[in-house]
Nanobody, 126 residues
Framework: QVHLVESGGGSVQAGGSLRLSCAVS????????MAWFRQVPGKEREGVAF???????TYAEAVKGRVTISKDLAKNTLYLQMNSLKPEDTAMYYC????????????????????WGQGTQVTVSS
């Protein structure tokens, strides 16, 4: 069973940067759709960035141009580089994995993902 553990969250000032990591164990991430979601209390969990087995990436409009999703197969680790952070980026960030993606793009729906990490908190202050 695949196990995901996020790290790299923290508190930063607006305009700062963070790199989130998602360590994958139990299976290789190479054939999965991998994704980062985020959630604010009282709101629905929303997709932030997605990467296919072929390394095709997609991003939510709110973060496009400011974040980059990537993966390191040798380390079996997923990353989210976040730059020019804004207060509205404050959320709990979750790593997710879809073992059997449907189609050429990763799903933006949280129910498509089989495995989830515990989450890592990102707080951006003015």
């Amino acid at each position: 069973q695949v196990h995901l553990v996020e790290s790299g969250g923290g508190s930063v000032q607006a305009g700062g940067s963070l790199r989130l990591s998602c360590a994958v164990s139990g299976d290789t991430l190479s054939t999965y759709c991998m994704a980062w979601f985020r959630q604010v209390p009282g709101k629905e969990r929303e997709g932030v960035a997605f990467i296919t087995s072929a390394a095709t990436t997609t991003y939510a409009e709110a973060v496009k141009g400011r974040v980059t999703i990537s993966k390191d197969l040798a380390k079996n680790t997923l990353y989210l580089q976040m730059n020019s952070l804004k207060p509205e980026d404050t959320a709990m960030y979750y790593c997710a994995a879809d073992r059997f993606p449907y189609g050429g793009r990763c799903s933006g729906a949280r129910l498509a993902y089989d495995s989830w990490g515990q989450g890592t908190q990102v707080t951006v202050s003015s």
